[in-house]
Every structure is written in structure tokens, then in C-alpha cells.
């Protein structure tokens, strides 16, 4: 089978195009800049149809992850960036595969669990899930990245294809022993002593192993009836006080300072990020793939904190 990857040399795009590839996949990834890799990778610019629409007519399936990366200042050529690498690209990818003679069987399209509200009350699952955006209190750039996510799913709820089943993955965030990622950002402050709650610690945390997530996505290929929207998310999301004790046990780590809503605040203007990242509570849950017998090998949070925490030492050793 060939899998066609926009988007695909980031963090999530390599989990997957490696896992592809290792079963003996052909894995393609559409991506601005030649790179060296295992895998073939095709440049694309992203913004009109191309040699690259080829790769697509026979394909078993796209995963679309095109998207400037969210970690920045919300200032407003950033956000203009944001928005239209993630609508302009879904459109395009719409617009090839409704221009080819063999159109892929699935369309996996990302997308994120960010667009649910910011709560501590209930869990957020696909069927009753409260979108975000009108919660009273929360910063502009907390209503941004709500926004960015409904026009996202409206570009790829737009793009009519009767042959071809799509899907949009809300991930939360995917949880690798790779290096860059989130989780050895984490990890750096915990082993520099500043892995302490953020905040007052009570904002859930929503992730996925990247195990359960490549699981999950061959899940969905292989189930026809999941259509639509599919929560990729562990089923036990936790507050992230508690998370970040269990990452400190995970690594041997005693200690962790915590950090102040200001302290956050002023760091991220240092850092060019937003605290969005790690004070919005998001409490999200697997309802369908759970609906459709899907089962977890890390569906609680310290026990996929101590293999990753084991398989990133393991790299770091090899390195």
C-alpha cells in the first residue's frame, strides 16, 4: 500500500511514515524541503496542484498533517500563517484527490483537541464534547486557536468525495521518546529541576502514546464504519499536577519548582510561545475508538511515562 503523507516531517509524520515503512509499506511524505530518510519524500509547495498529485492516484491512503507549527507568539502574521497552512492545504489535498483517476480509499486528516472548550466539569468525547471559544474568561489567544480548529474541519467537512472515507483526527498530544518532541521538552525541565506543576496544576492534560497513536490510526484504516470525527487521546486524561509527579517518578526525579501563572507568562514571551499550551484544560476521551473495540496498550498515564521515559534513554545511549 502507498502511504501519502502531507505535511509529514515533523514529530507525528515520522512516528508514522517510520512505522509504515518498517511494515514494508510504501510511504511517501509531501513536504517543502527535500530530505534525506528512509522514505521517499516529494516537495510540494502546498499551495497549488503539482507533479506531487501523482503520488496520490492509486494510494491506499492520505494522512494530511500539513500545518505551521502552534508553538509561537500569536502575533498576527503568525496567526495568518496558522490558519491558512492548515485551510489552504486541506483544500489542496481535497482538490487532488477529487482530480485523480484512482482516488485513495481514506482520507485522514488531522486535526486537534484544542478545539474542545476548556473544562474541568466532564470529559469531552466526540458525541457530547463542548467546542471552545465562548468560555467567559479566556485569553484572545485561547479563542484563536479554537477558531483555527473549526475552520480547519470545515475545509475538510467542504471537500466532497463519495469514494473515499475521511476521517479528522482530534490528537491530543502525541507522546514519543523522539527528541524535539513533547515529550523530551518535558522531560528537559524535569531533569533540570522545573518540572513542578503549571499553574495551580488542576488543568487536565489529554496525550497518547505514540504506540496507541500509530495503533489507532491503522485501527481506523482497517474499521470502514469510523467516519468523521475520532478523538486520538488516551481514555485517562489528568491534571496536570498529577501528571507531572508521575513524569518525575518515571525519570527518577524527586523535585519539580513549580510554575506561577505570571512566572508562565513571562517565560513564554522569552521562550516566543504561548501558555495556552499547558494551561488550557483539556479533558478529552477516546469515545469512538473505544465504541469500536479499540484497546490501548498505555491507557493510563504513569505507565507510558516509565517506557518512554526507558525507550528515550535507550536512544539517548545510541546516540
Not at 511517501?28 to 527535500?34: F, G, I, K, S, T
Not at 507533479?51 to 496567526?79: F, M, T
Not at 499547558?278 to 517506557?307: C, H, N
Request: include cysteine; charged fraction near 20%.
Amino acid at each position: 500500500m502507498r502511504v501519502v503523507i502531507p505535511g509529514g516531517s515533523g514529530q507525528v509524520g515520522a512516528i508514522l511514515a517510520r512505522d509504515f515503512h518498517r511494515s514494508g509499506h510504501e510511504v511517501v511524505v509531501l513536504a517543502r524541503q527535500p530530505a534525506a530518510s528512509e522514505w521517499r519524500t516529494v516537495v510540494w509547495d502546498g499551495v497549488a496542484l503539482g507533479d506531487w498529485v501523482q503520488e496520490i492516484d492509486g494510494a491506499g491512503v492520505v494522512i494530511n498533517l500539513a500545518g505551521r507549527n502552534v508553538n509561537c507568539r500569536y502575533g498576527a502574521r503568525n496567526r495568518e500563517q496558522i490558519l491558512q497552512s492548515r485551510v489552504q492545504t486541506t483544500r489542496l489535498v481535497g482538490e487532488a484527490i477529487a482530480a485523480v483517476d484512482r482516488p485513495p480509499p481514506v482520507w485522514l486528516q488531522a486535526s486537534t483537541a484544542t478545539i474542545y472548550a476548556h473544562r474541568f466539569d466532564a470529559a469531552n468525547d466526540e458525541a457530547h464534547g463542548i467546542p471552545g471559544g465562548d468560555e467567559a474568561g479566556i485569553p484572545d489567544t485561547w479563542k484563536f486557536s479554537v477558531e483555527v480548529a473549526k475552520a480547519w474541519e470545515r475545509a475538510f467537512d467542504q471537500a466532497e468525495m463519495p469514494g473515499t472515507r475521511k476521517v479528522a483526527m482530534r490528537s491530543a498530544m502525541t507522546m514519543s521518546p523522539d527528541r524535539g518532541g513533547v515529550f523530551d521538552t518535558l522531560l528537559t525541565l524535569v531533569r533540570r529541576g522545573l518540572g513542578g506543576r503549571a499553574g495551580n496544576g488542576q488543568q487536565y492534560v489529554s496525550w497518547i502514546h505514540d504506540q496507541d497513536f500509530i495503533a489507532a490510526v491503522r485501527h481506523i484504516l482497517a474499521d470502514d464504519s469510523i467516519r468523521g470525527v475520532v478523538n486520538l487521546a488516551a481514555p485517562h486524561p489528568l491534571p496536570n499536577a498529577d501528571f507531572m509527579r508521575a513524569l518525575r517518578a518515571a525519570a527518577g526525579v524527586r523535585m519539580g519548582l513549580p510554575a506561577t501563572k505570571w512566572m508562565l507568562e513571562l517565560g513564554a514571551i522569552f521562550m516566543r510561545t504561548e501558555t495556552e499550551l499547558v494551561l488550557k484544560s483539556r479533558r478529552v476521551i477516546p469515545g469512538v475508538l473505544a465504541a469500536t473495540g479499540f484497546q490501548f496498550t498505555f491507557p493510563t498515564w504513569p505507565e507510558a511515562a516509565v517506557d518512554l521515559y526507558r525507550r528515550w534513554q535507550a536512544g539517548l545511549s545510541q546516540s
